[in-house]
Each structure stands twice: as structure tokens, then as C-alpha cells.
């Protein structure tokens, strides 16, 4: 390695359940793939229901400091039944995706050889989510009046605006000219009319611009049932933070479950560092038995070099995964042995 | 039939596409179930794209008037790629379950024997999804700022009460008891904290009336895996208005497609008539063509009857239905001949 090779500092935040088994591997991985190619510093944040639970911190600006001083996170998993929902989801992962501004929220979904898929038929399964990230119900904007009484209204607003949707709208086309050439928006915009007229007049205008990416519309209710019954169609699904969120986790189960799905949530402006997880949860009924899939960490860990530029690197993570579950996906095993798996055929 | 017979008035709205061509297959099979039992007249409403391209009107007041007159009302399907999206749906559809009430949108997904699932481990399917019909983000309280600039903002905003949820709730809780006595709340709850908790809260008082049913809470996007993945779990799936029209074209997906999908939107509270439909749209690419499933439109049928207190009247068109499909589900007919088939049996 040249006396010039940057330094990269990567923050770890295994978070809650599972997410502390798998993150380590994904850690592993991202560790044995770079040796020789870049020099990888990691600094582990003690986040989630744990840390709440001791002294109340959720995510201290002094941490989020130093995790936007960052390159790229390795984030696990967020969520504990002992705590109400919402508290950690909102104050740390929903937190980190909006103030480091992720604007993309990447959701690769693959069949691989070797997976069964609950489907009869599931075909050649290989399309993107591009998942705004940024905004929609995820903002927060919502509240309640006569909280707990027979006249309490609550509400949850979905904001969206012109200058969210045009800047992940245009990266879903500059992926989509890497791959089929195809995006399919995502709404309920016969329902929905203020926000999903936006998104459909925005596609339009930048669809303008890749003559040769073909588009079409589907409400998200009908894609539920294309995600069922031809997966195959797609290659680049763009649509927005609520209806992403529920897409994806489909997409996760004709795949063969949640366990092979990566996601990043990109800032593609490169303003503030990208952050790599799993898209699965903390997953609390099997947390702390080495029963968790780290393949979904293992392949974020890919996501992440990829990120940072080092394709050939991050590819070499990909085979690797793609020969273990080939050959031993239908196996059972802990999730120490499909790491250490892996990571013997990197 | 005796001459203090009570007369029913049923309203017919095919609407738009192939709800033209299987609403009188499902007005036939009222017909002649009802035969000797009851004595049923016909109000043809023309309300949809039609109608509308024709005199601009979509639901004059006056022909609401007499559709608030009738005991109940069959529609077909509503929605026309020639027409903006949401004109006629929020015009039309949507003003109907709202003005007239129908808070308790019931969609049931059973598995018919003969029917090809597209999973390959199906189980026994049988739910039932209530879902909320007056609420929500279907209320249309959004709008834009700057439509068409650069700075557009788009809301949309989901009201949710109190008064509205309780007696859905109720409703689901009622229904439980003569079913499988489980109940899951679908909502998001970690991200739509304000909806969410008041869903989850009133969940929780109602459940303390009935002992008997037990209940679980599941996120929506965790609810779309186990669709796929293991949907013979669920008994009575309870949610919101857009996670319940999400959820039940997926639920219509694993139990081999929306074409054997019947929906009621009732008004419990019979203040006035509830309207019922299949859950598929108006399909537009397969419209005029007689390939339709008129199935669903039969089935609903089936509801409306079930609806006035005709059980057993409503019972011999469900067993005509499950004859029908579990000795020719498989064999592709038309629209004609399916519904011919069915009344064959009757
Ligand atoms: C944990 C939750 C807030 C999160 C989301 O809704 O985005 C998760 O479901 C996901 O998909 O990453
Ligand atoms: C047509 C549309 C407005 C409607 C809905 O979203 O409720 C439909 O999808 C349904 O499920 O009945």
C-alpha cells in the first residue's frame, strides 16, 4: 500500500438484536476485502435500546457529530420490544437517514441460485427499489389532539416536494441506463393526487432526458400483486419512502426472505457519509441465539465498498456470497458458520 | 312468496371497464338466487368514465339521493386511463364509501380448491381483512404550493379518529368471535407514531371485552412477508384504509389472483345501504374483450345478500362459486361462460 492510500473511517452501529450478531461479520467482511487495497479504520458506537436503557441517550449530538465526520456506516438493526416503538426508530435510524440527508435509499433484490423462493414460478428475479428517503410520512409531521379520550383525532402528514423528488428521480434513471432500462414509478396517485401528481410530472420531465430509459405506472396495491405473480418484469422500481418501505420487504420474501437483502441509504451528493444495513430488523425472537442469516450484512458490507468506488472489491464480496449460497444455501446453520463460511471463500 | 314480502331496491353501478361486463353476471346471480325468497328491484346507475366524457357529470347529487334510497348497492369497478387519475375514483368511489359511510371495508381471501396459488406451499388460507373505509389518507386532505415549480410542495394528510377506529375495531372483534377468535392490527407504528398508537391503544381497551380473542400487532411491511411466506397464519387482519387496500390485492395475489376477490363496503350501522364489489379494478387492457372473471363480482353478490340477513340464500351462490372452481377453476373460459357455469349450478 502506497504511503498516499486514504484513509477510511467507518462507523459501526450494530444497534439492537440480531443486528449485534450479523454486524460483526459484515465487519469481518469489509475488513478481509480491503487488506491490501485500503486502509480501514472503524469506530463502533454503542446506539440502540442498550444505551437507552442505561442513561436515556438515543443518539447525542456530540455522536452524531463524529458519525457525520465519517465516511460510510455499517448500521445493524434498530427496534426492542422493552421500548415503545417508534422511540429508537425515529430518534436514531429515521434520524440518521434524514439529518445525513439519504436521500436514495437503495434496495437491490435478486434471486440467487441456491434460494428457494416461496413462489411456485419465481422467474429471474433482479430489480432495484430506489426508495426516496428523505421525506413523505417519514417526516414526522403529524400530531394528536384529546390525546386518549373518545375525541382524539391524530394525523401523520406526508410531505413532499419538488426538490426531493427531482434529485432521487434522477438517480433512479442514471441506474436504471446501468442496467435494463427501465423505471417503474410506484404510487397510489388515484388516491394520493397532490404528491403523486408531483412524482408523475417529475418522471415525465426527466424521462425526457433518457430517450432510451423506458417508463411506466403502477399503483402500489396492483405492484403487491405483480411482486407475486412476475417478479421478473422489473429492473428499476422508484417510488416513495412509506410505499418503499413495504415493497421492498415483499420484494425480501419472494427472494427467499429478508435474509439476502442489502440496502444502503445513500447520500448521493456526498455530503455526508452513506450509511449500509440489512433490510431486515432486529428480529427480537431469535436475537442472541446465533440463528440470524448475516448475508444481508455480509452483502450491505459489499454495498459499502461499492460506495466508497471499490467496485472490484465489493464484487469480490458478491461472489463469494453468491458461491456460498449457491452451494449451502438450503443448508441450516448458525450465523457464525455462514460467516466464517463466506469469508473463507473471499 | 307472501305479500308482506319486504321489497329490496338494489342499485347497479357497473362503472368503468370490465366491471361493464361482470356486474350482470353478478345482478343475474342475485337474480335468481333470490327467487322465491325475496323480492329484489333494479336501479341502473350510468356513473363512470362513460357518463362522464359524455355530460362531465361523475356523481350528481340527485342520483346520490336515490342510490342513499336503495337497501344496497352492487358496483362493478371504477377507474379509466382516458380520465386523470383520481377524478373518478375520489369522484365516484371513494364519495360513496365516504358520504354513505361504510366504514367497515370487508375483504375476505380464501383459497378455493382448484385454484393454483402462486406460492408453492400455500396452506389453507382463510382471512378476513377489515379494513378502515372512512379514514386515513383517503379523506383528500392534502393539496400543493407552487404546483409545477421547481419549489413545489405536495401534502397529504391522513386524519385518523378515535370514533372512526373504535367501531372498526369493534367490528373486527365481533367478526373474531365467530371466526378462528385472533385478531392482528397491520399498521406502522414505529414510524406513524400518532395513527399508530391510537390504533394500538383502542385495539388494546376493546380486546379487554373480549377475552375470548386474542391479538397480535404485525408492521405492514412485515405483514407483506408473511402474505408470501406463511398467510394460512392469519384469522382477522385489521387495519387502516391504505394498508388494508395494500394488503388485499397481495392477499388476492396468494390466493391465485383478484378475479375471485369480493369486497364489501358496509355501514354497520345500516344508517344507510353498503355497497358491494370485487376487489379488482376496471382492467382496462383486458376490458370489452369477454375474458373477465366474473367470479368476484358473483361473490360480492354473495355479500350483499349475506349483508340483508339472506344467509342461506347468500350460501348457495358461495357453494355454486366453490363447485365451480374446484371442478373447472384451471380451464380458461370467458367471462360468459364462467358466469353461465355458475348459474348452471344454482
Ligand atoms: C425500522 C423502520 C423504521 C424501517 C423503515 O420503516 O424504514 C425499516 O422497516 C426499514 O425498512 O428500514
Ligand atoms: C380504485 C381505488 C380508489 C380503490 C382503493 O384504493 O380503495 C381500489 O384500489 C380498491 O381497493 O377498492
Redesign the pocket.
Known sequence: MSETTKKYTIAVIPGDGIGKEVTPWAQKALEKAAEGVAEFEYEHFDLGAERYLRDGAILPEEEEDRIKQTDAILLGAVGDPRIKAGILERGLLLKLRFDLDQYVNLRPSKLYRGVTSPLADPGDIDFVVVREGTEGLYCGAGGAVRRGTPNEVATEVSINTAYGVERVVRYAFRLAMKRKKHVTLVH?K??LVNAGDMWQRIVDKVAEEYPEVSHDYL?I?ATTIFMVSDPSRFDVILTDNLFGDIITDEAGAVVGGVGYSASGCINASDEYPSMFEPIHGSAPDIAGQNKANPTAAILSAAMLLHHLGFDDTAASIDAAVEADIEELGSTARSTDEVGRDILARM
Open positions: 397510489k388515484n388516491v399503483h396495491d
